[in-house]
């Protein structure tokens, strides 16, 4: 499951850096009516068949979810990226529990690697991003009411670049962070009942770095 972060990388490359017809990153309307077409397919539930009717009740949240959230900060726009497995909202598995995953999230956002770190990119995005849109998925009717999951998994994809050399076409590269969030501790967070640092603590966090190719390692981060 950690490799959702790992192979979200070369989708966004190709969706938001090269703008590749095929890959062509979707506007949140566009992802909201795909979900509603009765041949969208989840791919988590290929897995695990038995899932099935958990994507049932919970495809009026995701459709709810991304109609909503559609903008990171004020004013970029959210983008959501088609990834090689094709489904960017699926059903999955992770040690026994039952997670809704948007795997897609494609922010338009290049850092500077000679003043930040991996890891301080990171918790930029999960404070600047993850954290925003948990508190909209989480504050959703449809999810609260009709959605049986144990969590959610949100995967962001953005860039990073060393200014300090020329070539744009070697120096930026994507990196993806992954966060799966517990349901309950979403909604506190979003009732406002759980600070962000509690929250940070609570999630289980993977990244894959500029310099990683397929792997994405399980970290902590901390909020500066």
Not at 19 to 24: H, L, S, W
Not at 57 to 65: H, L, M, Q
Not at 198 to 205: K, Q
Not at 210 to 215: G, K, N, V
Request: charged content about 25%.
């Amino acid at each position: 499951m950690p490799d959702l972060a790992a192979f979200a990388k070369n989708p966004w490359s190709l969706a938001i850096r090269f703008q590749v017809e095929k890959y062509k990153a979707l506007t949140p309307a566009e992802l909201a009516e795909a979900i509603k077409r009765e041949d969208y397919n989840p791919v988590g539930v290929a897995k695990h068949p038995s899932q099935l009717p958990v994507w049932r009740k919970c495809s009026e949240c995701a459709v709810e979810f991304v109609s909503n959230w559609t903008y990171v900060g004020e004013a970029n726009s959210v983008q959501w990226v088609k990834g090689f497995r094709d489904s960017i909202v699926t059903i999955e598995k992770y040690q026994g529990k039952t997670y809704m995953a948007f795997n897609g999230v494609g922010i338009d956002t290049v850092f500077n690697t000679l003043r930040t770190t991996a890891r301080s990119r990171a918790a930029n995005i999960f404070e600047k991003v993850v954290v925003p849109a948990v508190k909209k998925l989480a504050g959703a009717k449809s999810c609260s009411a009709t959605c049986p999951v144990d969590g959610y998994i949100l995967v962001v994809t953005y860039g990073s670049k060393d200014f300090s050399k020329r070539s744009d076409v070697l120096n930026l590269e994507a990196e993806a962070l992954l966060v799966l969030a517990p349901a309950q501790d979403a909604r506190q967070l979003a009732a406002n009942l759980m600070d962000t640092e509690s929250f940070l603590e609570r999630c289980i966090i993977f990244l894959s770095d500029r310099d990683a190719i397929f792997e994405a390692t399980r970290v902590k981060l901390r909020l500066e």
